[in-house]
């Protein structure tokens, strides 16, 4: 919930969590963009609502859809800026999405499930079942009965909203994501790959291009070389209690903004791996808005 109070302060309350933050902005920012450079056009857009201080920096991001005339009128109300932006060019938001201001935060107002404690231990006891059942069905010469059964399962699972039971239809689900966490470690470890296994992480493509990837899927890649607007070196930094990371060109260019937590041993040995030079600083508020504002690319 959005409330407007005096002197130009806005109060965010979460219903979800109870949490509430008063905070003063320059800018309220609308947004609406593509959710990566890489999306199709039919990709669902991300829309929210951000409150950005007087250097562009953004305090507080509220993603979700919000109706128009309710924004303009409490803005108003507030003595605060408004822009909506509609859909522009989806790389400018993303980057101005990234620029986070110190004590940035994100407030999705998601009710947090109560039932949270033992949805896992539901998941995995169905999901042993789905074996089993697997395993009777098909040594009774009756595979085509369990594809049936798992088909109707995964469509009434899109209208029940039941995620979580997915790997009651699909078993192999709770080896398979197992293995694949325990791979990428690996691959982190032996330095061809750094981050997190959900993503964002950094990985080397084909054709000498680093991609960007999410939950196994490139958003984003940039072309290695010693050449501007080509990957050169890696940039960890921190500006306050801000973390993240640039990829950058040989003239110190920003191409891609990650802010978030990363590991500097990690990146260390990644950078070393690809031949890639790498820098750990810690920015001055000018150093950092500079590389944030002028940024290809980013990954709110």
Same mark, same amino acid.
């Given at each position: 919930m959005l409330t407007s109070g005096q002197h130009q302060t806005l109060t965010v309350t979460d219903k979800a969590s109870g949490d509430s933050v008063t905070l003063t902005p320059a800018l309220l920012y609308r947004y609406r963009h593509s959710p990566t450079p890489a999306s199709d056009e039919d990709a669902a857009p991300v829309e929210g609502l951000a409150a950005l201080d007087a250097d562009g920096l953004v305090l507080l991001d509220l993603p979700g859809d919000w109706y128009g005339p309710h924004l303009e009128e409490l803005a108003?109300? &507030? =003595?605060?800026?408004?822009?909506?932006? =509609?859909?522009?060019?989806?790389?400018? *938001?993303? &980057? &101005?999405?990234?620029s986070r201001a110190p004590g940035w935060r994100r407030i999705r107002g998601l009710p947090l499930p109560s039932t949270a404690t033992w949805r896992k231990p539901v998941a995995i006891g169905t999901a042993f079942a789905g074996v089993a059942l697997m395993a009777y069905l098909a040594s009774s010469g009756m595979w085509v009965a369990w594809r049936g059964i798992a088909t109707i399962g995964r469509v009434l699972l899109d209208f029940l909203d039941a995620k979580w039971l997915f790997m009651a239809f699909s078993p192999a689900l709770l080896l398979i994501r197992p293995a694949r966490i325990k791979f990428h470690r690996l691959r982190v470890k032996r330095g061809l790959a750094v981050g997190p296994y959900g993503g964002p992480y950094l990985i080397l493509g084909s054709?000498?291009?680093?991609?960007?990837?999410?939950? =196994? *899927?490139?958003i984003a890649d940039v072309r290695l070389g010693e050449s501007p607007g080509r990957a050169f070196s890696l940039l960890l930094y921190r500006y306050e209690g801000l973390t993240g990371?640039?990829?950058?060109?040989?003239?110190?260019? &920003?191409l891609h903004h990650l802010p978030g937590h990363w590991s500097p041993q990690d990146v260390e040995h990644f950078a070393k791996r690809h031949d890639l030079l790498l820098a750990v600083h810690r920015l001055s508020r000018e150093e950092y808005l500079d590389l944030a504002r002028n940024s290809r690319e980013a990954t709110p």
């Open positions: 108003q109300k &507030a =003595g605060i800026p408004l822009e909506d932006i =509609g859909f522009r060019s989806s790389s400018k *938001v993303r &980057a &101005a999405l990234a054709f000498n291009k680093l991609h960007i990837t999410r939950a =196994g *899927v490139v990371l640039f990829i950058l060109d040989i003239k110190g260019r &920003a």
